[in-house]
């Protein structure tokens, strides 16, 4: 049952700052605007973390004192966030309060009044993400998974157009990603030596961060791949309705990840309408199935210190695997097509937005 009550809720959202934590920002402003539609009563702000405000304190004459009905934080779970949200997870700040928590891994550094912090308190996107914060002692009340606007990944032909013309006569392979090493973009570029032996019309598109193109083309040169693969250094720096279009204009979407704590871009590229190629690991095959996509096997499982805040589970696999599974999918292009409309049917089901953070309400 959605949470009932004779007055307005009072909604506080809190984000990175702007120019961080991209897909946090998204996320907070998502789940406002699946409340607002939901109850439209609902009074929600989604505030950065660094501005300093006292949030149960109305400046009216005489003073009045609230606490927010519900405090909802999304980040990746960490000690000094943890910190944080403690303080507005207070009673004299929140009735409720749930930590929107991701982790790629297991996470350290924790000790037990921390954990104590978080107890029941913490709400994850993804089965994988609970699981490991339970291995590390931390109890999570429920899972949720992140919510999309539909609407927001609509056709828009000038721009489709646009970038299927710029590959006229290629069948293009996306992938977005921030271009750092877990990423997988190395045996991703290795992958596509063995592919174009196959399908030497195929092209991989990348964006990354800028900070990457130059390390990454060196890879394609060492591979004498530049006639195969395009990147471009725009992670983080297009308008929504440009990386869309790119999920759109698309053959294939490859996921070369070695780990993830929700992975969105998968998402996003199935409410386009677009199969995924992805290694079978969690939380990424919560997303894809073979109903949708290509899963390949990893070979086994490292684990990478991310500034001792985490040890990142990562699955590394060969390339050879990888490759296996984009010419498979090259070989049946009916399958393809089939599996795109597979794709975007689960994804609209499985994470409408007004369906995911609806749940927010009715958590006790």
Same mark, same amino acid.
């Given at each position: 049952?959605?949470?009932?009550? %004779?007055?307005?809720?009072?909604?506080?959202?809190?984000?990175?700052?702007?120019?961080?934590?991209?897909?946090?920002?998204?996320?907070?402003?998502?789940?406002?605007?699946?409340?607002?539609?939901?109850?439209?009563?609902?009074?929600? %702000?989604?505030?950065?973390?660094?501005?300093?405000?006292?949030?149960?304190?109305?400046?009216?004459?005489?003073?009045?004192?609230?606490?927010?009905?519900?405090?909802?934080?999304?980040?990746?779970?960490?000690?000094?966030?943890?910190?944080?949200?403690?303080?507005?997870? %207070?009673?004299?700040?929140?009735?409720?309060?749930?930590?929107?928590?991701?982790?790629?891994?297991?996470?350290?550094?924790?000790?037990?009044?921390?954990?104590?912090?978080?107890?029941?308190?913490?709400?994850?996107?993804?089965?994988?993400?609970?699981?490991?914060?339970?291995?590390?002692?931390?109890?999570?009340?429920?899972?949720?998974?992140?919510?999309?606007?539909?609407?927001?990944?609509?056709?828009?032909?000038?721009?489709?157009?646009?970038?299927?013309?710029?590959?006229?006569?290629?069948?293009?392979?996306?992938?977005? %990603?921030?271009?750092?090493?877990?990423?997988?973009?190395?045996?991703?570029?290795?992958?596509?030596?063995?592919?174009?032996?196959?399908?030497?019309?195929?092209?991989?598109?990348?964006?990354?961060?800028?900070?990457?193109?130059?390390?990454?083309?060196?890879?394609?040169?060492?591979?004498?791949?530049?006639?195969?693969?395009?990147?471009?250094?725009?992670?983080?720096?297009?308008?929504?309705?440009?990386?869309?279009?790119?999920?759109?204009?698309?053959?294939?979407?490859?996921?070369?990840?070695?780990?993830?704590?929700?992975?969105?871009?998968?998402?996003?590229?199935?409410?386009?309408?677009?199969?995924?190629?992805?290694?079978?690991?969690?939380?990424?095959?919560?997303?894809?199935?073979?109903?949708?996509?290509?899963?390949?096997?990893?070979?086994?499982?490292?684990?990478?210190?991310?500034?001792?805040?985490?040890?990142?589970?990562?699955?590394?696999?060969?390339?050879?695997?990888?490759?296996?599974?984009?010419?498979?999918?090259?070989?049946?292009?009916?399958?393809?097509?089939?599996?795109?409309?597979?794709?975007?049917?689960?994804?609209?089901?499985?994470?409408?937005?007004?369906?995911?953070?609806?749940?927010?309400?009715?958590?006790?």
């Amino acid at each position: 049952m959605v949470w009932e009550c %004779s007055y307005a809720l009072n909604v506080q959202i809190i984000i990175p700052p702007e120019r961080e934590g991209v897909s946090f920002r998204e996320v907070g402003f998502t789940i406002a605007q699946a409340l607002k539609k939901i109850r439209p009563t609902i009074n929600v %702000s989604v505030d950065p973390w660094t501005r300093v405000f006292v949030p149960n304190v109305k400046l009216t004459n005489p003073l009045e004192f609230n606490t927010w009905d519900l405090f909802i934080f999304p980040m990746t779970v960490a000690p000094n966030a943890t910190t944080l949200f403690a303080t507005y997870a %207070s009673p004299l700040y929140s009735k409720r309060a749930w930590y929107y928590g991701v982790v790629e891994g297991r996470i350290l550094g924790f000790n037990d009044l921390m954990k104590a912090y978080l107890r029941r308190r913490v709400v994850t996107p993804s089965n994988f993400a609970k699981q490991m914060l339970e291995e590390c002692g931390i109890e999570v009340k429920d899972v949720i998974p992140h919510g999309f606007i539909p609407e927001q990944y609509g056709f828009r032909g000038d721009l489709v157009r646009s970038i299927i013309e710029r590959f006229k006569g290629r069948i293009l392979l996306y992938y977005l %990603s921030s271009g750092i090493r877990r990423k997988g973009i190395t045996p991703l570029i290795e992958a596509m030596s063995i592919v174009v032996k196959k399908h030497p019309e195929a092209i991989l598109y990348l964006d990354v961060l800028p900070q990457f193109v130059e390390e990454h083309w060196r890879t394609v040169q060492k591979h004498k791949l530049e006639g195969n693969v395009v990147i471009e250094g725009n992670f983080g720096n297009m308008p929504k309705e440009l990386v869309v279009a790119k999920y759109h204009a698309c053959d294939l979407y490859v996921n070369a990840s070695l780990g993830e704590g929700f992975c969105m871009p998968v998402v996003e590229a199935m409410l386009c309408g677009k199969p995924v190629v992805t290694c079978d690991f969690p939380p990424v095959n919560e997303h894809v199935d073979k109903s949708c996509g290509w899963l390949f096997p990893y070979e086994r499982i490292e684990w990478e210190n991310y500034l001792n805040i985490m040890n990142i589970r990562e699955h590394v696999y060969k390339p050879e695997a990888l490759a296996e599974a984009i010419i498979d999918a090259l070989d049946h292009p009916e399958e393809i097509k089939e599996k795109g409309v597979k794709a975007y049917e689960k994804a609209v089901r499985k994470y409408n937005y007004l369906v995911t953070y609806k749940k927010f309400l009715e958590l006790e």
